[in-house]
């Protein structure tokens, strides 16, 4: 230490930048969260097409296992009303 500083004098501390960090850092930032974004709203719009799909598929589905099930309540009903004439007579 030299014998001209006073050792209880705390150096001054260095000026700051006043408006936050640098402005690099912050475009940075910008950017990323810009190609956050895109990625996501691509994502969406492929969620969505994909959940379309599987909308459409589901009707047939259900469309399919409706007819199925009607016929076999049809039948159902055909055999419980012959038996119920076969027991009468």
Do not use: I, Y
Not at 28 to 34: E, R, S
Not at 43 to 64: P, Q, R, S
Not at 66 to 76: D, E, M
Request: glycine share 8%; proline share 7%; with cysteine.
């Amino acid at each position: 230490m030299p014998l001209n500083e006073d050792p209880w004098v705390k150096p001054a501390p260095e000026p700051r930048r006043l408006g936050g960090p640098s402005t690099k850092l912050s475009h940075k930032v910008g950017d990323k969260f810009d190609q956050t974004k895109e990625v996501a709203s691509a994502g969406m719009e492929k969620t969505k097409e994909v959940t379309l799909a599987g909308v459409e598929k589901t009707k047939v589905v259900a469309k399919k296992v409706k007819k199925g099930a009607s016929a076999g309540v049809n039948w159902l009903k055909l055999m419980c009303n012959k038996n119920k004439l076969f027991h009468k007579k």
